[in-house]
């Protein structure tokens, strides 16, 4: 009898390939997909409610995709040969093409359009600033420092164009994390064709929740006034995309328990032992219920300014840990049952070694310095919203 | 011009010579005479299992393990005990330690029984050269799947995609390995290390291509199956009588 295992698994299944660390991956390039999804919205969509966060979701995307390939550097067993996907890619490889998507997204996407957005203000303060300060955002302006009407126009217009180009970059980015996964036939946890579409809507609600809760916090920090206008109106869409991507999960559900194959008797054993408290009780009941009841609340019941905030934030941290959950049960759970459907292992988390606990904490923590970096570099309130006018 | 027949013993005993001092340049030069080289176009491995003559000995395990150097813990190849009751209840799989040991005396039932041994299927279509993301892992012109570990980055998204669970990253390379079907004999016409300890022979190496070999009569007149044909791999294991509950 080997500890942990229950049943029969083959013998090199026992062990888990995948970490925490892969868990990771899908949630953190979900909240760069998702907040840039957001700040289109303004963008691209003319939706001018939720202005006063596009900055600030552009800011929270690149922090966080700074982040994304970390963890899968430290997973692999030879780091140091990851480069050979760029230079010899195998074209029938989902994961070949993590390298090319991520470069287009950080590259033409995200760091294009943060630089245009901010062209002007970075010009602006390499000519207030002095000592190295002024040296960086000298830097920073690539040698661009017309900021005459029609030049700022043109910035505009390109930023557009870049929006457009970058939301179905965001869409590709996601999706294909997603298809990594539904794609593998021989694990029926994960194979469906739905995953991508699935990854792809809870990555905009967990970017979204990410936002709000990033916006709130920042003007709670700055002691600036929370505009509840913007605040109403990405509830209200992180509500409707929730709507969706709970639909697509339960539709998963639904066509899987009816449908009823091979795998059903052994997934679904799973489902009610060792993954009831992550899938059922986090990700379904207090990940997903609970936030989609208190947004649904919203929009149906006018509750006070005061109510409203505490309703978001409960509303927006459950969400993320739902999707954190989610991920987990994608990434772990599909580990923890034999192919043969005959028997079920354990994770064994370690704490400290290079895939163990303390490494998945620092680097969840680490875009939020490197967003506080970007913020103090390119503070996302505008002129007036910084001096508190 | 006619030929006589004494020209005919001039030309022939000239070519005699000519041959017999060719032979004699090998032997003053001490060179081997060279080998026939292996050509992996001319081959095409696979494998076939005749489950009613494995008595779950173990000794492929053993062989395979020390063949191949496989770090404890780890399978390249396996032996499965499966008791299979009526109807439609789940069959009761145990391979202790992978049967490096062979397995325990069982206790006597009523239940089906018998010994399946697993190894790398080497499918011809495989879900686990396709997701490699640097093409590390590739099904070699002869027909065996290998790692190059060399190249190898250490991902596991192949360990994911083998229907089977055949693969897995070895602690020390860091690296994912396998079953190489012994790549390092079969080039050199031996066999497989587990089927020439196998004492039953239920295991035998066979090459598709070699009309003599004697796979074209096994899967004449034997009803054959491969694992999990479902998964559609086009797998090159095949087991004589497979029965339906062998997962």
């Known amino acids: 009898m080997i500890p942990g295992v229950d049943g029969f698994m083959y013998p090199n299944e026992v062990e888990l390939q995948w970490s925490i660390l892969i868990v990771l991956y899908p949630f953190i390039t979900g909240l760069v997909a998702g907040a840039f999804i957001l700040a289109s919205l303004e963008r691209v969509f003319k939706v001018e409610a ?3 966060t596009y900055r600030l979701a552009l800011l929270t995307a690149l922090s966080f995709l700074l982040v994304a390939p970390l963890p899968l550097q430290l997973h692999l ?313 | 011009m006619e030929m006589t027949r004494r020209d005919l013993f001039r030309i022939g005993g000239k070519l005699l010579v000519l041959a017999s001092a060719g032979a004699t340049l090998e032997q003053i030069t001490g060179a081997e005479p060279a080998p026939e080289a292996y050509r992996m176009a001319d081959h095409w491995w696979g494998m076939i299992i005749d489950i009613d003559k494995c008595i779950g000995c173990g000794s492929c395990v053993r062989a395979c393990s020390n063949e191949n150097q496989v770090p404890t813990g780890y399978f390249r190849t396996w032996v499965e005990r499966y008791e299979v009751p009526e109807g439609y209840g789940n069959p009761i799989v145990t391979s202790p330690d992978g049967a490096i040991n062979g397995f325990p005396l069982p206790k006597p039932t009523n239940l089906k029984a018998f010994f399946v041994p697993k190894l790398c299927n080497h499918c011809a279509d495989s879900p686990c050269t396709q997701v490699c993301p640097v093409g590390a892992t590739f099904v070699s012109p002869d027909g065996v799947v290998l790692v190059d570990k060399e190249y190898c980055l250490g991902c596991r998204y192949c360990v994911q995609a083998c229907p089977y669970g055949c693969r897995y990253l070895h602690p020390e390379t860091e690296t994912v390995d396998k079953c190489t079907l012994c790549y390092h004999r079969i080039t050199k016409g031996l066999t497989t290390a587990c089927c020439e300890n196998c004492p039953t022979q239920a295991r035998q190496l066979v090459d598709f291509k070699n009309p003599k070999d004697p796979v074209h009569e096994f899967l004449r007149n034997n009803k054959v199956s491969v694992l999990k044909p479902q998964m559609a791999t086009e797998a090159k294991v095949y087991y004589k009588d497979l029965d339906g509950a062998v997962r």
Request: aromatic share 12%; proline share 5%; hydrophobic share 50%.
């Open chain 1, 77 to 389: 067993g030879h780091p140091e040969r990851s480069f050979e996907m760029y230079l010899t890619p195998h074209t029938s490889s989902a994961m070949a093409m993590f390298g090319f998507v991520y470069l287009w997204y950080l590259t033409v996407v995200l760091l294009l359009e943060i630089w245009l957005d901010y062209r002007a203000d970075i010009v602006r303060m390499s000519q207030t600033t002095t000592g190295i300060t002024r040296l960086i955002y000298k830097t920073l302006t690539l040698g661009s420092d017309n900021v005459s009407p029609a030049a700022l126009r043109i910035d505009d217009k390109v930023g557009y164009v870049i929006t457009v180009i970058g939301i179905p970059s965001a869409f590709m980015l996601h999706g294909y994390v997603g298809f990594i996964f539904g794609s593998i036939k021989a694990n029926p946890w994960w194979s469906s064709p739905l995953m991508p579409v699935v990854f792809l809507f809870s990555a905009m609600v967990s970017g979204i929740a990410a936002v709000l809760l990033l916006y709130m916090a920042a003007m709670k920090i700055k002691k600036l006034p929370i505009d509840m206008r913007c605040i109403d109106t990405i509830s209200k869409y992180m509500f409707y995309t929730f709507v969706i991507d709970f639909t697509l999960e339960m539709l998963d559900l639904v066509h899987r328990t009816y449908e009823a194959d091979e795998s059903f008797r052994s997934l679904d054993f799973m489902v009610h032992t060792r993954l009831w408290g992550s899938h059922v009780l986090l990700q379904i009941v207090a990940g997903t219920a609970v936030p989609l009841i208190l947004l649904a609340a919203t929009q149906l019941r006018r509750f006070s300014e005061a109510a409203r905030k505490v309703i978001y934030v409960i509303a927006c941290s459950l969400t993320l840990i739902g999707i954190f959950a989610m991920r987990w049960n994608v990434v772990i759970g599909g580990q923890l049952f034999s192919k043969s459907f005959l028997g079920y292992t354990t994770y064994k988390m370690d704490l400290v070694t290079r895939e163990g606990l303390l490494p998945a904490i620092a680097l969840m923590l680490l875009p939020f310095p490197i967003f506080f970096v970007l913020i103090k570099l390119l503070p996302p309130w505008r002129h007036n919203e910084a001096s508190g006018d």
């Open chain 1, 50 to 52: 939720v202005k006063p």
